[in-house]
């Protein structure tokens, strides 16, 4: 049987627009790749089920992939989709990271009411600004102490409405998310990566597969960027060097240059008081040495003391 006449392959995605946005961005592409058709099958997660929490309180680490690994190891579906930044550093077993395609914009970025520019920088004393994550929370208070951090959950579309309808001055999203649906005319400040570092894997989606499927993963291979994995890895490997799942206040950015790599890397802690940075350069075709040299650079300036404080704070229930 050729390619075109095989069954489509069964994409699971999550069911929010970005998720669909990138699941179609993804299918497009291998249909062009392989000259198979493609078709979603949406999952839904745990995160996405439950809204009003945060997400280290609904079950943190792979909130957003244990449902689609759960299909895929049973057969649902035959590869899935996901932002890398929610993808834990361990996958399930039986699933293989199969490719990760170029990656978007890795900054985070700031966006206010729809027509009244503005920046973190100018926002007046007390400004509410939406943003459910540790590491976003940390960066801006160390820059700004008197603006008002809240939690936000929901969709793209859902976040940018709240600020539209005054509920929130301001909020503080990925650049790869709102530039993948076209919105970026509503983004008013882009953060400069050379003082804001987004979250490891941010920017970059991961294409997943079981790893008995070795014919669809030869295939998928000229789908695999390697500058993009290379980078990815590399602070992927930090953060799990440092025992820290996604949602606690870690950034990382891979440089890739010629055949070498500079990776920065952050803790900080989430009142923006505390915060231990380190870099290094590096083979880029031995991220992993990378990662765990950075970290280890990390864990020496007291980065264990701050995520241990986090951790317990999450346990406790507090904040």
């Known amino acids: 049987m050729s390619e075109q006449d095989a069954p489509p392959l069964r994409l699971g995605t999550r069911g929010s627009v970005l998720a669909a946005t990138q699941s179609r961005w993804v299918a497009r592409r291998i249909e062009r790749l392989i000259g198979r058709g493609v078709e979603l099958v949406t999952i839904e997660t745990a995160g996405d089920q439950v809204q009003d929490q945060p997400l280290s309180e609904i079950g943190g680490q792979g909130v957003f992939t244990r449902a689609l690994d759960l ?17 834990p550093t361990v996958l399930a077993d039986g699933v293989t990271l199969a490719a990760i395609p170029e990656r978007e914009d890795a900054r985070d970025v700031l966006i206010g009411p729809r027509n009244q520019s503005c920046t973190l920088g100018s926002l007046p004393s007390g400004a509410v600004v939406g943003t459910g994550s540790l590491r976003r929370q940390a960066l801006a208070r160390a820059f700004r102490p008197d603006l008002e951090l809240r939690g936000i959950r929901g969709n793209l579309d859902t976040r940018l409405r709240l600020v539209d309808e005054g509920r929130y001055d301001a909020v503080i999203l990925a650049a790869a998310g709102v530039r993948r649906l076209d919105w970026t005319d509503r ?40 500058p993009s994995r290379a980078a990815t890895t590399a602070e992927r490997s930090l953060m799990h060097a440092l025992e820290a799942g996604c949602q606690l206040p870690v950034g990382a950015m891979g440089l890739p240059f010629g055949g070498g790599m500079r990776l920065r890397g952050i803790v900080a802690s989430p009142d ?41 704070k999450d346990r406790s229930g507090a904040g």
Request: charged share 30%; aromatic share 2%.
């Open 71 to 87: 299909a895929l190891l049973d057969g649902r579906v035959d590869l899935a989709v996901h932002s890398l930044k929610d993808l």
């Open 187 to 226: 983004i008013d400040e882009h953060m400069e990566l050379g003082s804001w570092l987004p979250a490891p894997g941010q920017g970059a989606l991961a294409v997943v597969i079981r790893q008995d499927s070795t014919e669809l993963h030869a295939a998928l291979r000229p789908l695999d960027h390697l």
């Open 272 to 312: 923006g008081r505390q915060a231990v940075r380190a870099e290094e350069t590096g083979a880029q075709d031995d991220p992993e040495a990378l990662g765990h040299e950075v970290a280890r650079r990390l864990l020496a300036m007291g980065a264990d003391e701050i995520l241990v404080r986090v951790d317990r």
